[in-house]
């Protein structure tokens, strides 16, 4: 990979949740720009996890077990990573919770407690210990997904306590944006629009139909949009980019 000075290096990816639905096709178009993958998972088995590497294109990827709401694990593993494979040039957030299907107002205290601890106490674990480390290389790409919900809120009814604990991540995002930028640090939220896979798996066929029909170019967000508008911030190609959140898919914004 080219940098914009015009010396080659090979660029290291960290991706959380790297065994989730996007968090799989994320670790896949990195590895096809010639990024050395470190994919961090939690409930993934270390077998299946080996397996996975083994399909992505190029060699040094390496997989670690870690759980972000601890705030030392994961020190450990960020300090581990650099003394193995070396400093992070990218770090992408892709780890969460799965929404609950209900209203906020039928969302009991608990429900609402565990959609904190993981979507925003985990999300602030991440994307704070990682700012932190690219601060003090001066450079790199930070990049949190948040939800189509905090854009338009109609996307984001019936999600429990989910909606509002993306709006905390987004928040998290605006912030450390503001204070990195000084760094050359670039940080970016993507607002994926719904997506069949993945979290809505469990959800009729007839339901995303209906999604889908209601989009003005009559199709769902996949796994592989969201995987290549990272492909393209993560690039040399996106450095003056100003948008900060990026609805995907764009379409959205017409």
């Not at 450079?139 to 993306?166: C, D, H, M, N, Q």
């Not at 911030?233 to 450095?239: K, Y």
Request: positive net charge; contains cysteine; hydrophobic residues 35%.
């Amino acid at each position: 990979m080219k940098t914009r000075e015009g010396n080659t290096e090979r660029r290291i990816a960290l991706v959380s949740g790297a065994m989730g639905y996007l968090g799989k096709a994320i670790s896949k178009k990195l590895a096809e720009d010639d990024m050395t993958v470190v994919l961090l998972t939690n409930q993934s088995s270390k077998e299946d996890t080996l397996s996975f590497i083994k399909t992505l294109k190029g060699t040094g990827h390496k997989t670690y077990h870690c759980d972000l709401e601890s705030n030392s694990e994961f020190s450990t593993i960020i300090q581990q990573i650099e003394k193995e494979i070396g400093v992070p040039f990218v770090c992408v957030h892709a780890a969460g919770l799965k929404p609950d299907r209900k209203k906020l107002l039928e969302t009991t205290f608990s429900e609402m407690e565990r959609q904190c601890k993981i979507n925003i106490l985990g999300s602030f674990n991440f994307l704070s210990q990682c700012g932190k480390i690219l601060q003090r290389q001066k450079k790199g790409v930070l990049i949190g997904i948040t939800t189509i919900g905090i854009i338009s809120p109609e996307f984001g009814r019936g999600l429990g306590g989910y909606i509002p604990a993306k709006w905390a991540t987004q928040g998290i995002l605006t912030m450390l944006r503001e204070e990195l930028k000084s760094s050359n640090i670039r940080v970016y939220s993507l607002a994926p629009g719904f997506m069949p896979g993945g979290m809505n798996n469990d959800i009729p066929m007839a339901f995303k139909e209906m999604a889908r029909l209601k989009n003005p170019y009559k199709k769902n967000t996949t796994d592989l949009d969201i995987a290549n508008k990272i492909s393209y911030l993560c690039s040399d190609v996106a450095i003056g980019e100003k948008t900060f959140t990026h609805i995907v898919a764009e379409e959205y914004q017409k």
